[in-house]
């Protein structure tokens, strides 16, 4: 499957762009000044409002674009080789260590065991199955995250506060960004409405279950 593209070119024009492409090398510092200078443009508001409401326009009027993006993803996630060239692309990215919030490890690190399904339900089942920041509700095909509020993958093992919320995918998203603004909220959250609960015990929940 192509990729779906909201320009329509043609082979010519794409052959030409990409042929102009090749061979070129640009001077050392060009990606990161390029870079800072992207991030200085759309961090504005009013830049930020423009690309939104450039966005909601557009997805407006082609409601069927969301589909096609979506199958495309879909389909080249489930294809082995792109698999392999992500993979190989973050270990050639992360040379020299893999961090994790404030933690930096030599090996990806895995999550701890503990953290399994039933830890989750149980997570999700003290936030009543909703997403703590847009409150929208768990459904069948859209499953809430559970996030780590400090961002260490090993918290169930390592003695660490088990600090959890559960959190739609878009709201999981934004959470790599601002970090420390996130942690504090989240922590917030948890120690002064919760009083430092996130999540229920087993016999809690299978007390809640069976009462359902």
Not at 78 to 92: A, G, N
Not at 94 to 111: E, H, I, L
């Amino acid at each position: 499957m192509k990729p779906p593209t909201v320009y329509k070119l043609s082979k010519e024009s794409v052959e030409r762009i990409r042929q102009g492409h090749i061979g070129i090398k640009h001077a050392p510092g060009y990606s990161e000044k390029q870079s800072a200078i992207m991030k200085q443009i759309h961090v504005k508001p009013e830049t930020r409002l423009i690309n939104s409401i450039a966005h909601k326009k557009y997805y407006a009027e082609n409601p069927h674009r969301r589909k096609e993006i979506s199958d495309y993803l879909k389909s080249r996630y489930k294809d082995p080789k792109f698999k392999q060239q992500i993979k190989e692309r973050l270990v050639e990215s992360w040379v020299g260590g893999f961090w994790y919030g404030n933690v930096k490890y030599s090996t990806r690190p895995q999550y701890c065991e503990k953290f399994n399904d039933d830890f989750k339900e149980r997570c999700r089942a003290y936030w009543n199955w909703e997403c703590v920041v847009c409150g929208i509700p768990e459904s069948e095909d859209k499953r809430l995250s559970v996030h780590h509020v400090h961002y260490d993958k090993k918290m169930c093992c390592n003695g660490s506060p088990k600090d959890v919320v559960s959190l739609c995918h878009s709201c999981h998203t934004a959470t790599n960004f601002n970090r420390d603004k996130w942690k504090e909220q989240f922590t917030k959250l948890i120690y002064e409405d919760h009083n430092g609960k996130s999540y229920l015990t087993k016999e809690e929940y299978s007390e809640l279950i069976s009462n359902d």
